[in-house]
């Protein structure tokens, strides 16, 4: 199986999980935390073969029934210029958040960090391009191997829509792996929906039209988890363009500002952007340069292991990591010989 690994998430999602456990209250300090945040998360997912940890007291998890064989991490750089090109504020909002603006300087030093440690002494692919997302490249590795089974490693449910029969997604604040069977676990939670909402194939659509505040993406106006989901049980949003009868229908209730977004073109546009902007099966100019935005990392064992010991990361046991890391490198000549 080849792990895909979505770098620059884990290390934000790593780094404030551990921040608020260590309270790190220097420079130096910070940076640490931003290193075991990324190491361990990575090391972590690599141990386990992209599954969950074991519930306390479970004992160690089974082997798993398709064992990690090929890794590959992907990482943002520099800005996302391809997308702000088509929409000037995409993610504009993260970068005048005070928090990102102290943050961002640690993240980026643990960032390449790692992918020197990666690149010296661990069997993992690291993919990174200057102003290119992580999203893309790890899009385009999925996209260049329909056949081969994949798990992405990321808490970001853009990735949901790339989940086939081949091809599933681990979210480690969840510790869910989730795929065509559990499709609607992953979205909603356990305590979501029933049954599902509307067709999977209209996943892209419910995304679109309700927006990611994360990437500062507005939805339509009006338009709300809930809405999005009558809308599309009923019907594909396309039919709802220029029909506000259509959504009045569909949402069983007046909404003045849903009906008009929809009658005066505005929801078109939006959904149009929103799906351009999200849809990661739309072939990226990264998806053509994937080896030349490839480094290779050549596996130390002696040099890992020292380094390890001296990061004192805890996210997984040195025994079992060694063995798995041993296990691919393996792996990974055989792949190179063939």
């Avoid at 141990?47 to 798993?64: I, L, M, V, W």
């Avoid at 990591?321 to 990974?332: D, H, I, R, S």
């Amino acid at each position: 199986m080849l792990l895909l690994i979505d770098g620059n998430n884990l290390a934000w999602a790593g780094y404030f999980a551990l921040e608020r456990a260590m309270k790190p209250d220097t420079p130096e300090r910070q940076a640490r935390v931003a290193m075991l945040g990324l190491a361990g998360t990575v090391l972590g997912a690599v141990g386990r073969d992209g599954e969950p940890p074991a519930a306390p007291g479970a004992g160690p998890a089974p082997p798993s029934a398709t064992p990690v064989t090929r890794v590959a991490i992907a990482f943002d750089e520099g800005r996302p210029l391809r997308r702000r090109r088509a929409y000037a504020a995409y993610q504009t909002g993260r970068e005048n958040d005070p928090k990102f603006i102290q943050n961002e300087p640690t993240i980026l030093g643990a960032i390449d960090e790692f992918c020197g440690v990666c690149a010296s002494m661990l069997p993992f692919d690291v993919l990174r391009g200057t102003n290119t997302e992580a999203d893309d490249l790890i899009a385009g590795a999925v996209h260049a191997e329909p056949r081969t089974q994949k798990r992405i490693v990321s808490t970001d449910r853009d990735f949901l829509q790339l989940i086939d029969a081949h091809t599933s997604v681990y979210a480690p604040v969840k510790k869910l792996v989730v795929d065509e069977t559990n499709f609607w676990e992953g979205m909603f939670g356990k305590d979501g929906l029933a049954a599902p909402p509307f067709p999977r194939d209209r996943f892209l659509d419910y995304r679109a039209l309700t927006g990611d505040a994360s990437d500062n993406l507005p939805g339509v106006p009006g338009v709300g988890p809930l809405s999005a989901q009558k809308l599309l049980a009923a019907a594909h949003v396309d039919a709802y363009f220029g029909r506000p009868d259509a959504v009045r229908k569909a949402l069983r209730r007046k909404s003045d500002a849903v009906e008009r977004a929809f009658a005066d073109g505005s929801a078109r546009q939006i959904v149009e952007r929103n799906r351009a902007l999200m849809d990661l099966r739309l072939p990226a100019p990264c998806w053509e340069e994937l080896v030349a935005l490839t480094t290779r990392g050549t596996w130390d064992a002696a040099r890992f292991r020292d380094w390890f010991e001296e990061e004192k990361i805890k996210a997984v046991e040195e025994p079992v990591l060694l063995a798995k890391l041993e296990a691919l490198a393996a792996a990974v000549r055989r792949g190179a010989s063939k």
